[in-house]
C-alpha cells in the first residue's frame, strides 16, 4: 500500500512540475500580453504583474518592458504598472544584474516626464539610490520653482535619503518661507540631522502653538543633537498644567524610551505624571504614563 | 515530594517557549520525602487560562521516529512507554499481550503488514497519526527519586498559541498532589492583523528598543541589508534561506528585549486595515510620511540619522494590494525549489513595490520597520510550501536549488554572511551584527549557519534543527 | 593657494573649464592631481554629489594627458574603496594612460570589479556634469573590463577570478560577457610574456606607495593641538596631551555618517582588528588606538560608543573613540586631513590612519589605500622600539 502511495504521489509531482513548466512558460507570455498595445489596460495591467523576473531571461523582454515605461503614448496606468513590474523584478539583484543599466537609464528618462505620478515614482527610485540626477533636478527645483519636477515637500523628503545631498540651506529657507505645511514639516524632519539646528527645535518643542507632529519631530531631533535637553524640555512638559495631552504623551513616550534611569529620583516629576495617569485625558494616554510609572519605580 | 520541570532540557526560565515543534524536556523528582517506590508514576498535564496557549506532550526520545527502537513481545523500558502512549493504552513499559493486540489492530488499520513488531514502518504511521498528537494532552511517566531526569517532549497545540507569557502552566502531580508546575509560552509568529493590543504593544515596544532612535542594535539589521550587501541575499536560490536567518536573528534579538515577543507577519494578500493605523505601523499621508499616535514609540524611529519613515501606499490600505501573487498562486507556483523560488519576484518583489518609500527598494527598504513583517509573510509562505511538498530535507534536490553554478553564499554547503563573519573578496566589506544571536530554547542553526541550516527550522527531518519559531497557520 | 571662499564660490562650468584649461596646458598638467585632494578649496561647502562630478572630471582629464606616479594613487583609491559609478568608471579609464602597467594594478580592477558589478550604471563622459540617460554608452563594468583588456598579462594573476566571473556570469549582460572574454584572451596573450619579464625591473617594488615615514628629527611638534580637548565615547574629556603622550598610538579617522562602507566602517573594523593583534602581542597596554570623528558635531558620546560597539572595537582607558569638543580646525591642519566639509557635514574623505610617537608626533601615516591591519601594528612596533632606544640611550647618559 505504501508502494502505491509513492507511485501515486510521484505522479501527482510529475504533474504539478509540468504545471511548473507552464507556469515559466506563462510569466514570458504575460509579459508578450503585458507589452502588447492591442490589449486592453486591464490585461496588460494583470499580466504586467505576472511578469516580474521574465526581464531579466533576454534582452528582448527587457526593452519590451522599458519601452512601455518610456513611451509617453501609452495609458499612464499601463505604464505604471510597468514600472512596478521592474521594481519588483529589481529585488532580484543577481539576476537583474543585465537590466540594471537600461533600467537605470530609463528611469532618468521618466523622472523629467509629463505624467507628474510617473516622475514622482522615478526621482523616487532615483533618490533612494543616491542618483547625483536625481539629487540635482531636486535642487533645482527647490531654488528655482518653474524648473521643480516635484512639490517642495516631496524635494526634501527625496533628499533626506542622502544627509550628503546638500540641501539644508534649502530646507532653512523653507523653514523661515514656507509654501504649505508639509514643506516645512519635511523641511524639519530633513533640518533633524543637522548639528547646528538644535536651538531651533528647542523652541520649537516649547512652543505651545506648534502642531503636534512639530514639536514631535522636534522632540526627536533633540534627542539626537542634544539630549540632554530633549529630557529636560520633556519634564518641563510634563510638569507645565497647561501644555496639551498629547504632547505629554509623546514626551512620556520619550522618556520611557530613552530617558535617564536619574528620572526615577525625580519626585516632583513621578507625581505630575501620576497625576496625568488618572486624569482626564485619553486612556491611551494615561496608559504612556502608567508604562512611564512603571519603568521609572513606581 | 517535589520534582523540577526543565522545558528545553533547561532550567533558564528564558527557555520556556515551545512552538508546535516537540521541544525536549525532563523532569527530575527534587525532593523525594514521601515517596515509598523508587519510581512514581508522575502525570504531567497542560493548564491554560482562557483565550491562553495549549499543550501537547509528544511521544518518543525525540519527538520524532529517526531513533525508535524495533520493539516487540516481551520488551521493556522507555521507548515501550512512547510506543503504549501512542496506542492509547496503559503505559506500563512492558510490551504485553495488550499491547501487542494493539500494536497489530494499528497495523491492520493502516495497512502495514502485521507482525506485532513495530519497526520504522509502524513508527512512522504512529507518529504521522493525528489521533497520536490529540491524545498526548497528558502523560504519565515513571520517574526514578534518585534525582535521574526522564525525558519528555512538549509542544504547542496547533491553532492555540498563547497571547500572554506563561499563559499555560505544566503541572507536575503525583496521584492528585501537585508535586511541580511551570508557566510557558507557546510563542508563535502570527497575522499581525490579529494581535491583541497587548501584543501589538510589547512588539512595538521591543522593536522601537531595538531601534533606539538609531542608537540600538537595529543599526546592524539596516545596514545587513544595502545595495552592497544585497548580492548576498538576492536574485540566487540562498533568498529564502538568507532572509530566514536574517529574520530569525532580529527575532531574537527582539526576544532578549522582551522574551513574549513573535515577529508578527503581514498577509500581503489579505486586506490588513488595522495595521496601517498611527497605533500600530502608522498611517501615511498623501505624502507619504508615516504618522504615528502619541503613544507609539516607533514614532521616534531612526535610520541612518535620520527619522521618520516614508512609505505611500499604492493602494488603499483598508484593502489588498493590487497585482500579487495569492498565497494559493503562490504555493502552486511548482514543488521545485527551482520553480517555487519565483515568488522573489512575484508576491515578494510586488510586495515592495506596492508603495513608493523606503521599502520599495533594496537599499533602503530595511529602514522601514514593516519590511520585516512582509518578508515574515514570504517565509511563512515558504514554510507552508515546504510543508506541502514535504521539502525540509536538504538531501531532497528538490527541496533547494544546488545548481552549482549558484554565487557565493547560495549553495548549501555556504555559510551566511554576515554570520559567518567572512568579509572581501566576493563578500561584503565588513559584516554586521556580528554571529547569529542565540537562543536559550534551541541550538539551530547555530552562530554561522550555512545554507542547508534554515531549510529544516521545524525540526521534521532532524529534530535538533529546530529553529524555535514557528507560524500560526502552518502545521507540520 | 586661492582664497577657499573665493574658489569655493565658483562655479561648477567654471571649474569644468579651469580642469579642461589645465588640462590642455602641459607645463600645468601636475596642477591636476593637486585637484584630487580632498581638502582642496575647490570642494568646500560642495555637497557630495556635486564633488563627486568634479573629481571625476579631474580623473578624466587626467586620463587624457597620463596618469603620473603621483597621481596613480588617487586613481587606485577610487578602484579601491570607491562606490560611486561615474568615479570607478573615470578612474578605471584613466588607469589606462599610466605609463608603466604592473601586475600590481590587476588586484585593484578586480576589487573594483566585484565592488561595483551589481550597481552598475551607464555613465556619460561627453559632457560635465551629464549623466546617461541612455545605455549606449560606457559603464563602470566595461571601463574596467578595458583596462583588464590593457594590462594583459600583468592581469595573470587575477585571471582565475576572471575566468571564474565568466563561468558565472549568467546574469552579465552579453556585450560585458564579450568584454570579459576579450580581456581573457589579452591576459592569456603569450607572446608578451618576455615583455612581462622587461617591464617589472623597472616599476617602484611594491606598487604606489600609501605610507609615508617621518625620521624622528622631521616630525612635527603638537604644540598646536596638545590642550585640545576631545570627548570620549563615554562622555569623559581628554586632551590631546593626556591621551597621545607618554606611548605610541595608533589613530583613525572615521563619521558615524559616512555612506561608503568600504571606508568609515571598514577602518573602524580594522581598528578592531588592529586592538586583537596588539592584544596577542601583549602590547594593548603600550599602544594607545584611537578613532576620531570627523563630525563632531553629530557624533556624540552615545554614538560613537555604538558605533565601535558595533565594529568589535574594545573602548577602554587607552582605546577609545573620540570627538573635538573644539579645534577640529586645528586637527585638520596638524594632520593634514583629507577631508572637506558642507557647514560641518562632511562631503569627502580619504581613508587615512597614522601611527603617533610617544611625544603624539606623527611619525608614519597610511593613506588611501591597503589599510593594512599587520603592516599597522608592525611599523607601530618599530615606533614603540624607538621610544626604548630613546629611554635607554638616556639611561646610558645618565649611567
Redesign the interface.
Known sequence: MVTKRKAATSSKSANKNNKNAATKRSARSALSVGTNTRRTAKERIAALAEAPLAV?ES?KDLQAMLNVLRNQDEPVEVRLAALKSLQAASFS??????C???Y??TL??VAEDPNPELRQRALGLLARK????A??KL?EGLKNPDKALVPPEKALQLLSY?????A?SAARAIVNKPPNDDARREALRLLA????AAPLFEKLLLDKNELREIRQIAASALHA?K?EKLQEHAREILLDKSDYDDIKATSLTALTQFGDEALGKDKALLKSVDRFSVGKALSKYKQSARRFLSKYGQ | MDVELQINNSANPLARFVTWAPSPCRIRVTNPSGATTPTVNVTITGVSVAGGGTVVFPSGTTGSAVSRPNLKRNDRGLAVIDLQNLLGVKADGVFGSKTEQAVRAFQASRNIFVDGVVGSRTWEALTASPASASSSNSLTLPVPIDGASVPFFVAGKFGQPSVNNGDVKIEARSGTTLVGSVEVMVRIRKNATTLTPGERNRFLSAFAQLNSQG???F??FR?MH???T??QAH?APGFLPWHRAYLLDLERELQAIDPSVALPYWRFDQAAPNLFKPDFFGASDSLGTVQFSATNPLQFWTT??VQGINRRPFFKTAAVPEDLLTEAQTLGLGTRYSAFRDMEGNPHGSAHASFGGSISEIDTAAKDPLFFLLHCNVDRLWAKWQRQNRRFDSAQADSFHNSG?N?IGHNLSDTMWPWNGI?G??R???A???AMAASPCVSAPGPTPSVRDCLDYHGVVNASSQMGFDYDDVSV | MQNATTVSAQSEPQFAALVDAIAADPDRRGQLTDLLREDHPFYHE?????I??MRGWVLLAIARTGVSDAALIFVLEELDTG?DA?LVAAAARALRSYPHPTENLAPFVMRAL??I??????VSFENY?E?????TGT?PVRELLATLAWLGPHARGVLRELESLR??S?????KLRIDIDRAVQAIRGADQVEELGSDTCCTPPGGPRNTAYWPLNSRCGVETIEAAVFEDHQGDLVTFKEFFRGQPSIVVFFY??C?N??KC??TV?KLARIQKLLEAQGLADRIHTAAITY?P??D?P??LH?YGR???VRMNARHRLLRATDGMDLLCAHFKLGVNF??????RHRVEAYILDVEGRVAVSFERIHLDEQQIVTRAIEVLKEKESCSRIRAQRID
Open positions: 531579466c534582452d539583484v543577481i539576476a537583474f544584474e543585465s540594471r543599466g537600461d537605470l537609464a532618468r528618462q543616491k542618483d547625483g540626477f539629487q540635482k535642487l542622502d544627509v550628503h545631498a546638500e539644508y540631522a543637522d548639528a547646528s543633537l539630549p | 542608537l540600538g542594535r543599526a546592524d545596514n544595502t545595495d552592497v544585497s548580492p536574485g541612518d540619522g553554478r554565487p568579509t573578496g566576493q561584503p566589506p565588513t554586521p551584527g556580528g | 560642495r555637497g557630495a554629489a556635486t563627486v562630478r562606490i561615474y566585484a565592488t558589478r551589481y550597481r552598475d550604471e551607464p556634469g549623466y546617461a540617460v541612455s545605455s559603464t563561468a558565472r549568467s546574469g552579465l549582460p552579453r558615524t555618517r555612506g562602507p568600504m566602517s571598514l573594523t563630525d558635531a553629530f556624540l552615545e554614538r555604538v558595533d565594529r568589535g558642507i557647514e560641518s557635514l562632511v562631503n
